[in-house]
């Protein structure tokens, strides 16, 4: 479901989703200890959406993709960045070679003993697992009423709000889960930031042209009938930036 949604909407990805909060680079460095002379690898990089929060620590970055067309918008956004082939159970880089392991948006789809054994080895002792989410603000009520039109198709996909990545912690190699949040508004025109948010949902962009299309017409109808929406040029979509970080033991 991963690949065949992202990949068919990779750049409804790109528009649609928000950045990271700039708050995001002081949890990187005290948290995660990431600075000049360290080297992160960004598992699960997607189009590279976190990938200037993670330069601008001044750390040496690395980005391992599985999908083909994410990684295709990853490099043309991205110059310079070194970015690989791979997955979370087979990572493309030696043991002990990392001092931080970042999953920006990524950890809810490969939350196994097996994934974590895979980060563990990459990661030099002492090193850093980071998880980062830009979660959907479901206080708001044409927020609620937008997971509303896409629960239908979840069909059981993997999604942080069901917390079920949780249930690998605490984890063997590990030490205790660190927990903090951020407020992340995400601002542009309707069409950006909610219509290609919703198309960039995996089982929403695997879904038939025809249903994809009466899903769009759901989000419009809902723009047009929120007054804070309705005729606006420019929206806000309200987030939380949830971030986890453990260490290396």
């Known amino acids: 479901m991963a690949a065949a949604g992202f990949g068919a909407k990779a750049d409804a990805y790109t528009r649609g989703r928000p950045d990271y909060p700039p708050e995001v680079e002081a949890w990187l460095s ?28 001044g750390a040496a970055v690395v980005a391992v993709e599985p999908v083909a067309a994410m990684r295709a918008q990853l490099a043309e956004r991205n110059p310079g960045i070194e970015a690989r082939e791979g997955s979370a159970e087979q990572i493309p880089s030696e043991d002990g070679s990392v001092d931080a392991v970042l999953c920006a948006q990524s ?87 909610i219509v290609d948010r919703v198309l960039s949902v995996s089982f929403i962009a695997a879904l ?22 309705a005729g606006k040029a420019e929206v806000t979509f309200p987030y939380d930036t949830a971030a986890f970080s453990c260490v290396r033991t």
């Open 107 to 193: 950890f809810h789809w490969f939350a196994t003993p097996a994934a974590l054994a895979e980060i563990r080895r990459v990661l030099r002792p002492g090193g850093a697992l980071g998880l980062i989410w830009n979660v959907r603000d479901q206080r708001v009520a044409w927020v609620a009423a937008l997971t509303r039109i896409m629960a239908p198709y979840e069909a059981g996909i993997p999604r942080y709000d069901q917390q079920e990545w949780r249930k690998v912690f605490p984890a063997e190699g590990f030490g205790p889960l660190r927990e903090r949040h951020f407020p992340n508004d995400h601002r542009g025109p309707a069409q950006q930031v």
């Open 208 to 229: 038939p042209p025809m249903e994809q299309a009466r899903v769009a017409q759901q989000v419009h109808a809902l723009i047009a009938a929120t007054p804070e929406l």
């Open 30 to 57: 005290e948290d995660l200890a990431l600075g000049a002379g360290k080297r992160a690898l960004d598992l699960g990089s997607g189009t590279g959406k976190f990938l200037p929060r993670l330069k601008a620590t």
